[in-house]
């Protein structure tokens, strides 16, 4: 499976934006999916996640309330919806695709990241 994330960039605080993760390759209904982001100097921490039909999620608290994920599987695409942004939501952003490790929170597959800035 490759996955090709995109949707990042600069926006004031307060701001929107949405992510977008393309995928390619195995039926894409047959992850579940996650969201990830890294800002500098810190370690990969874990944002949002969606079951493979779109029925359960799972947020940091850090985003609850401000992000939403969803998907469209005839589309192969997992998206993130980002509100009220903030100056410490900027990181490099990551999508990332497992099959089996839901309550392990193990991914198989990652994509590339895209840059979020948030300006104060």
């Known amino acids: 499976v490759q996955l090709q994330a995109s949707g990042g960039g600069l926006v004031q605080a307060g701001g929107s934006l949405r992510l977008s993760c393309a995928a390619s390759g195995r039926p894409f209904s047959s992850y579940f999916m996650g969201w990830f982001r890294q800002a500098p100097a810190k370690e990969c921490e874990f944002v949002a996640k969606?079951?493979?039909?779109?029925?359960?999620?799972d947020y940091a608290d850090s985003v609850k309330g401000r992000f939403t994920i969803s998907r469209d599987n005839a589309k192969n695409t997992v998206y993130l919806a980002m509100n009220n942004l903030k100056p410490e939501d900027t990181a490099v952003y990551y999508c990332a695709a497992g099959l089996s490790g839901w309550s392990k929170g193990k991914y198989d597959y990652w994509g590339q990241g895209t840059q979020v800035t948030v300006s104060s």
């Open positions: 969606i079951n493979s039909n779109g029925a359960r999620k």
